[in-house]
């Protein structure tokens, strides 16, 4: 495994310790047989009396039995071996402690590599995504009469109205935001370079529909609105925002500001929000599906999967 570091040393060790068991076993065997005097025992002596002559150099064990005299050191040898079975046994767990220290070691040292490899990529995705320094906004306004709103009102033209309502609001915005671009009418497209100041912009733009809304009540026009917001770089196409925002507005999110997924992302690098962003689950939009006579009946349109979330106002503002 990764993670062994001693297993030769404690392979090597191990099996010296049941050597040493094994030696023991057979010394005791051995005097065990000399005791019964075999005539082979001759034999066998050649490999057994060299350690007990080591050991009769400082140990002599005789003991009387009989008319005869036992010699015990064959024994002393076993429990030498056995004593040496022990040395070892603490060896291999000494290795065994070393092994688990190496293990955790490796282990913190691995943690501490992922730590700092997601630290580094939270930083770069930090980095990457503070290159979005401009938001965009797209607003629809949809004006009917307020008493009955599927009668026709001849006497009003209500796309007239509404792009007048957009001209109004771009030039209340740009008295407090100068650098604001934006494209009217029949749609206001709103881009503005300093995504710190979101909150401030949206808010005042915010300030100003509903100013809107509560005038066009007094005239029995019923106001409806669409916001969506997104997130762009500078090299961002501004086409391209426009086309996906355009886009998010047929899904009809009537009286609600629809985020889009990069800027749910980049506004909470934000230092301070004020407002919350709650996700609205995955829409879908089918591109258009293939006409004509060559056109296979069971291909189906094309479509793109993206996430939106609703800008909301916390219920219990921090203070």
């Known amino acids: 495994m990764i993670y062994k570091k001693y297993t030769k040393l404690h392979d090597c060790i191990s099996t010296i310790k049941v050597l040493c ?3 023991a076993v057979l010394y005791v065997l051995y005097w065990f047989l000399c005791l019964l005097n075999f005539t082979f025992i001759k034999y066998i002596a050649l490999v057994f009396d060299p350690a007990v002559s080591l050991v ?17 050191v064959p024994l002393v040898v076993a429990a030498i071996f056995q004593g040496f079975y022990f040395v070892f046994n603490y060896f291999v ?20 590599e ?10 770069i995705f930090k980095n990457k995504t503070m290159e979005y320094t401009k938001f965009a906004i797209l607003l629809n306004l949809d004006l009917k009469p307020a008493v009955d709103p599927n009668m026709a009102d001849n006497s009003r033209n209500f796309r007239e109205l509404a792009a007048k309502e957009y001209f109004r609001i771009v030039t209340k915005m740009r008295e407090k935001y100068a650098t604001c ?5 029949g749609k206001l497209f709103i881009v503005y370079n300093n995504f710190a100041l979101f909150d401030d912009f949206f808010t005042d733009l915010l300030k100003e529909v509903k ?17 969506v917001i997104d997130a762009l770089k500078e090299s961002d196409k501004v ?3 426009l086309d996906l925002m355009e886009k998010i507005s047929t899904f009809n999110y009537v009286n609600k500001a629809v ?16 407002y919350i962003l709650e996700t609205m689950g995955i829409s879908r939009f089918f591109e258009k599906a293939p006409v004509g006579a060559g056109a296979a009946p069971e291909v189906s349109a094309p479509s793109v999967d993206f996430e939106l979330f609703c800008l909301k106002t916390p219920k219990h503002p921090k203070t």
């Open 259 to 274: 985020a889009t997924s990069g800027f749910n992302v980049r506004y909470k690098l934000n230092s301070k929000n004020k």
């Open 21 to 23: 068991t094994m030696a």
């Open 93 to 112: 767990s000494v290795i065994d402690r070393m092994e688990e220290q190496h293990k955790l070691n490796v282990i913190a040292e691995r943690k501490l």
């Open 114 to 123: 992922e730590k700092l490899v997601n630290e580094n990529l939270k930083e």
């Open 56 to 72: 009769k150099n400082f140990v002599h064990l005789d003991i009387p039995y009989g008319n005869e005299v036992i010699d015990m």
């Open 211 to 227: 100013e809107i809304s509560a005038i066009n009540t007094e005239k029995q026009i019923s106001t409806n609105f669409i916001f």
């Open 181 to 185: 671009k934006a494209i009217t009418p």
């Open 239 to 241: 086409s391209n925002t």
